[in-house]
């Protein structure tokens, strides 16, 4: 169970550090993808780009990616032979919470060859146990408060699967800060004040609960800092979660 703090730009207020301590000097946002890579940002911050454009433009080192737990050498993954159900629980989330969700699944799909089907709103709310999910869903996205929940107090999100002795993914769950304003959509996000976007926070934390653990290259999704970047999973996530992915082991 992981999470990514928030940063805010050296120019307006405090940073604030995340669970990983050790990374408190890397701070500072960084440019991500650079002046080229941010001219497909689309209105909005929400990012206009193709799957071809997103496998050029991946950025980072290619080994940059950690797996939150192996069994028998294995990282802990998803039944590959199954499609993954997923619900949106809304209460208390922003405006078009469900379209961003579905688009941040959409790009997990498109990157690891995983299989997430939306199934609907979800009355039970993202949990790390999975109490109260329905029976076709394996995954809850939600928006809450560390007064409400385990969201911890300067975190934009926290998230991760439960697994089996047998290495097999069960359930996930993915909870944002509502206390957090980020801006919405997948664009490169403010350069001022709380850096990133929701798009970023979803896929960082999306990759949490398909096994995924913190790296030490700000330019991957997977750095437990949001930052100035356009949400697309760099050449480090794009092995993670290509690995995970790719086990066909059917439980």
Known sequence: MTRVAIARSPRRGRRVAGWLTVLALMLTPVAGLGADAAAVAGPAGTASVTGSQAAQLRPGNPKAFQFIATVNGRPVHWNKCRRIGFRVHTRGAPVRAIR??????????????LHFVYRGRSKAQANPSGKGYPRDTDLVIGWSTPKQSIVPRGAAGIGGPRWLSTGQIVTGFV?????????????????????????????????????????????????????????????????GLRRVGSLRACF
Do not use: C, W
């Open 100 to 113: 961003q969700a579905k688009e941040a699944v959409h790009r997990l799909d498109a990157t690891s060859g």
């Open 175 to 239: 909870l944002l800060n509502r206390n957090v304003k980020l801006t919405p959509g997948f664009g490169t996000g403010p350069r001022n004040g709380i850096q990133g976007t929701i798009g970023q926070v979803l896929m960082h934390e999306l990759g949490h609960a398909v096994g995924l653990d913190h790296v030490k290259d700000s330019r991957q999704i997977m750095y437990p800092i949001s930052t100035h970047k356009l949400a697309i999973y760099g050449a480090g996530d794009a092995n």
